[in-house]
């Protein structure tokens, strides 16, 4: 054997060991500093899924990354104190920490390519690092300290829940698309959201918001709910035209304004309820909806002059005098079998609630409500998950 050869062979040999060390079948467990080190001669592509094990403590850096073809996770490390991906431009599938109660720094500054980000239950996290992140399919934050979203920067996303993170004041993305859901909610009291860009979306929930702002948005393939936004005082969609679900706006104790210029039609429920300074409604373009409507509290305009269709069940209750419109509008369309369901309209109500209860009126407040009410049957299947917990949640 010649002199280069045995000099060769050694080193052939260690090369194929760290080959070996950055493909694997399983998941690779780091339990200490030494272990992430071990992981920097994978200088360009780690081929596997990464954990950190539950006992790791202190801070671990994965210098020398620059793709993870698989997930990188941490559950439960109850002791890691921070954790650094310098070099780490992409993740195949999943960054998930959940249940890391001392983590405190998150670095990923070159981070810009993942499959899902999902960060949970962080109570000392406050401002994470990434690239920015410019592609991912869902992101998931919830229960964290974060103090912003300024380094997720996406055009297009399938879901994205904000929950419970109560240090987010502001929410200001250039998306254009929501594939999947969208949930907003429990976050700071004096939350702003602003989608300018936002024309297409599929779900959409918002809780706990003092502004929500969707100027582009066209079209609504299923659902869209606003629910206790107690700082809430407007909202438009200026430009939207359908929704393929249910439009639910209910218990936002501020909300004085809404406006829906474009809208034609509502695919399954309608109900704007408990708004209790929501005084006029005015939908100009509105001619069906899908399911039952129901309108309550203390409204004294209802303006809906090319509303032509109601399949479900139609309640209008209301503190207010709309006792003219009941008789010279909606009634001849429940005489002409415009809407299908049962029918309640009732103007100067003591108490004006949904459908199924009995409207009592004050006094002088008139004859009573034609038609008798039932159970309405709101179609939670339309609102996706987010949508039935936000109505369990009222």
């Known amino acids: 054997m010649s002199a280069l050869t045995r000099l060769a062979l050694p080193a052939l040999a260690m090369a194929g060991t760290a080959f070996a060390a950055c ?187 003092s502004k929500v702002e969707v100027p582009a948005l066209e079209s609504l393939n299923s659902s869209m709910g606003l629910f206790g936004n107690n700082g809430l005082t407007s909202f438009a969609a200026p430009n939207l035209t359908e929704i393929g679900g249910a439009l639910s706006l209910v218990s936002n104790v501020e909300l004085t304004n809404i406006s829906f210029p474009e809208l034609t039609e509502v ?35 209802v303006d809906t002059p090319a509303l032509n269709d109601v399949k479900g069940t139609f309640n209008l209750q209301s503190t207010g005098d709309i006792q003219e419109t009941c008789d010279n509008f909606f009634q001849p369309l429940k005489d002409k079998k415009r809407i299908q369901g049962k029918f309640t309209c009732k103007g100067q109500v003591v108490n004006p609630g949904g459908e199924g209860t009995t409207p009592t009126p004050t006094a002088g407040g008139g004859s009573n409500p034609t038609g008798a009410a039932s159970a309405l049957n709101i179609d939670l299947t339309s609102f996706g998950l987010a949508g039935l917990a936000a109505a369990f949640l009222l």
């Open 23 to 209: 493909t694997v079948s399983g998941t690779t467990t780091i339990q200490n500093s030494g272990d992430a080190t071990q992981l920097a001669t994978c200088t360009r592509t780690f081929s596997g899924s990464i954990a950190i094990e539950t006992g790791t403590s202190g801070d671990i850096s994965l210098a020398g990354l620059t793709n993870i073809d698989g997930n990188l996770v941490v559950n439960n490390a109850s002791e890691l104190v921070s954790l650094g991906a310098p070099d780490l431009e992409s993740i195949s599938g999943t960054l998930e920490l959940n249940s890391v109660s001392k983590l405190s720094g998150l670095s990923f500054p070159k981070l810009t390519d993942l499959k899902v980000l999902s960060l949970i239950a962080l109570p000392v996290l406050q401002n994470p690092t990434f690239g920015p992140i410019n592609t991912a399919e869902t992101i998931h934050i919830e229960n964290t300290q974060i103090q912003n979203l300024d380094s997720i920067e996406l055009e297009t996303v399938q879901q994205m829940n904000i929950l419970n993170n109560p240090y987010i004041s502001q929410i200001d993305m250039d998306l254009s698309k929501i594939d999947t859901q969208l949930t907003i909610s429990g976050n700071n009291p004096d939350l702003e959201v602003s989608f300018p860009q936002l024309t297409v979306a599929f779900n959409m929930t918002y809780r706990n918001c």
């Open 267 to 301: 695919g399954a429920n309608l109900e704007i309820a408990n708004n209790t300074k929501l005084h006029e409604i005015s939908l100009p373009k509105l001619k069906s909806v899908g399911s039952s409507m129901d309108f309550n509290g203390n409204i004294s305009v």
